[in-house]
């Protein structure tokens, strides 16, 4: 794959980190999650082909072991609040000094400089102030976060892991590793540049919900059917609009002009009562295959069973009977392979990772029986 050979150590944290460090497996790294002891089950849901280490970083014993592994490392992946790391004698600067190949990896909301860079946040905070969360939302209605999506994944985990790939293609040539600051802010802001480059055309100039692409048109929104399911509507471009009021069996003589902006409430109307006479499944039928840019809202249930996902093998399932998307995108050469194994438990990896990095039999089992790591056992055997 096209990562391989790559070494990761990921610190275990939530949401966009162990994103991040999937991405990376996904496609290839070896990527051991560096988890807490004492700890009876995990919260990484995104563990899919990840080693998993068990560290008292209480002790100091624990803190020179996650030195050794890192140095040894292509890549740090670290989630905390700025300083944490330098508390414990673990910061870029430290490990830097003595492997200066390493990529460090430090993905938080405000950034590492800023004077939030300490507080406290969640995506919908981060969201916030990247300003994206002032354009999402209806008419008339209060700003709506889109689940933990823009800021968490695509401007935090997927955001660093393109920062990680860049800075291991510069090494090449280099031969040195550098420091990422990955803010979840300047992420999410950046996945909205159209939005920000796109105002100079009028795309943005109306309040929130009442533009060409917020749910302000009524050509480029989702309308009920008869046995409560939608369907998606995105036909923007006149030619795609025609095969839209052709798919509704309507008159597009007798309607209001598609850029008719004083118009959109009434034709909103006809769409929505005409899309409420007919099953999604019928609908699907009607505009399969046109370019009326309509399709189902198909949900987690149906979505690995629609033909065009199954031909594309877009799902995968792995030993546990769990459905997942596929890693994306798709390289002709060095494809994903994705492990279909099940999450490592917490700490499941220790003896044979440490192994891996040298350490003896009889200095693993010293570690611990003085608690510096914890095995679990009964999932290694």
């Known amino acids: 794959m096209a990562l391989a050979g790559v070494r990761v150590v990921e610190l275990a944290g939530l949401a966009p980190a162990p994103f991040c460090g999937m991405i990376l497996a996904?496609?290839?790294?070896?990527?051991?999650?560096?988890?807490?002891?004492?700890?009876?089950?995990?919260?990484?849901?995104?563990?899919?082909?990840?080693?998993?280490?068990?560290?008292?970083?209480?002790?100091?014993?624990?803190?020179?072991?996650?030195?050794?592994?890192c140095v040894q490392s292509d890549v740090v992946l670290e989630p905390y609040r700025k300083g944490v790391m330098e508390k414990l004698g673990l910061g870029p600067k430290e490990l830097l000094k003595e492997n200066p190949r390493l990529i460090y990896a430090r993905l938080t909301g405000y950034g590492q400089s800023g004077?939030?860079?300490?507080?406290?946040?969640?995506?919908?905070?981060?969201?916030?102030?990247?300003?994206?969360?002032?354009?999402?939302?209806r008419r008339g209605e209060k700003p709506v976060a889109p689940l933990n999506l823009l800021a968490d994944f695509a401007g935090g985990g997927l955001t660093c892991a393109l920062g990680i790939v860049l800075?291991?293609?510069?090494?090449?040539?280099?031969?040195?590793?550098?420091?990422?600051d990955a803010s979840m802010v300047e992420g999410a802001a950046y996945v909205g540049s159209f939005?920000?480059?796109?105002?100079?055309?009028?795309?943005?100039?109306?309040?929130?919900?009442?533009?060409?692409?917020?749910s302000g048109a009524p050509f480029y929104d989702t309308y009920q059917t008869s046995?409560?399911?939608?369907?998606?509507?995105?036909?923007i471009e006149p030619q795609f609009y025609r095969q839209l009021l052709k798919g509704l069996d309507l008159d597009a003589g007798v309607l209001p002009d598609q850029m008719s902006i004083s118009d959109w409430p009434d034709l909103r109307r006809i769409f929505t009562e005409r899309f409420a006479s007919k099953t999604q499944a019928d609908w699907s039928k009607i505009f399969d295959r046109t370019d009326a840019c309509v399709t189902p809202v198909l949900s987690f249930k149906q979505v690995g069973s629609h033909p065009h996902n199954q031909e594309r093998a877009s799902f995968i399932t792995d030993s546990s009977g769990e459905e997942s998307p596929r890693p994306a995108p798709v390289l002709s050469r060095t494809p994903a392979e994705p492990c279909l194994a099940s999450d490592p438990v917490i700490g499941e990896h220790t003896?044979?990772?440490?192994?891996?990095?040298?350490?003896?039999?009889?200095?693993?089992?010293?570690m611990l029986a003085a608690g510096v790591v914890e095995c679990n056992a009964t999932k290694a055997n």
């Open 167 to 180: 800075a291991l293609l510069e090494r090449t040539k280099s031969g040195k590793g550098q420091i990422i």
């Open 351 to 366: 003896v044979e990772v440490l192994e891996e990095f040298g350490f003896t039999s009889a200095e693993i089992d010293q």
């Open 26 to 69: 996904d496609f290839g790294a070896k990527v051991i999650r560096v988890d807490r002891t004492k700890v009876a089950t995990g919260v990484d849901t995104q563990a899919r082909g990840k080693q998993s280490v068990a560290i008292n970083l209480k002790s100091t014993e624990g803190v020179a072991l996650l030195r050794k592994l």
């Open 195 to 214: 939005v920000w480059k796109s105002r100079r055309i009028g795309l943005w100039e109306n309040p929130r919900g009442e533009n060409l692409l917020d």
């Open 227 to 235: 046995d409560g399911k939608y369907m998606a509507v995105g036909a």
């Open 115 to 137: 004077s939030y860079a300490t507080a406290a946040g969640h995506d919908i905070n981060y969201l916030a102030i990247s300003g994206l969360l002032s354009r999402l939302g």
